[in-house]
């Protein structure tokens, strides 16, 4: 079982190779929102700081998603989950900014990290997201850019 917390999102528009999951560049994609925008995190301690992994390579299939969230359960014991669909896959209730814990394995739960996701427009989401995260691994440098 892997130390670091595990970051979950939905897919790549970049292509599936496993280090490009969340990858915080270019400038503007989920992860770069995620790691400098939203964490404030420098790129090097988000990368050495988080495993990362989206769920489906291509386009969205909730039956791809669900298998691969089952097998990504008895792997990690912090998982921090991005977006509604995201929770969908692990069966658990999409309740932004909060913390779940189910079978051993603890959850952070954040929307989406899109440019798209209206509940980032709330000028404490930033703030509620590092606490979040910081609940379930409170030794990550977040927030400290």
């Known amino acids: 079982m892997s ?3 595990l970051i979950v999102g939905e897919s ?19 992860g770069h929102r995620l790691c ?3 964490l404030r995190m420098r790129r ?11 769920l489906v390579v291509g386009k969205w299939a909730m ?18 989950l991005l977006g509604s669909k995201v929770c969908a896959a692990f069966d658990i209730p999409f309740k932004p900014f909060s913390g779940h814990e189910e079978d051993g394995v603890r959850f952070a739960i954040l929307p989406h990290p899109s440019g798209l ?13 590092r606490n979040t ?3 379930l691994a409170p030794e990550l440098e977040v927030g400290v850019t």
């Not at 039956?63 to 921090?80: D, N, V, Y």
């Not at 996701?117 to 997201?129: E, Q, S």
């Open 36 to 38: 400098c925008l939203i």
């Open 44 to 54: 090097k301690v988000y990368i050495d700081s988080f495993d990362r992994v989206n």
């Open 117 to 129: 996701c209206r509940l980032w427009r709330d000028p404490d989401a930033g703030a509620k997201a």
């Open 12 to 30: 790549n528009p970049y292509g599936g190779h496993a280090d490009f999951a969340l990858y915080p560049s270019p400038d503007g994609c989920s």
């Open 63 to 80: 039956k791809s998603a669900r298998s691969a969230a089952a097998h990504l359960r008895t792997e990690h014991g912090r998982i921090i």
């Open 3 to 5: 130390s670091k917390p």
């Open 133 to 135: 995260v910081l609940n």
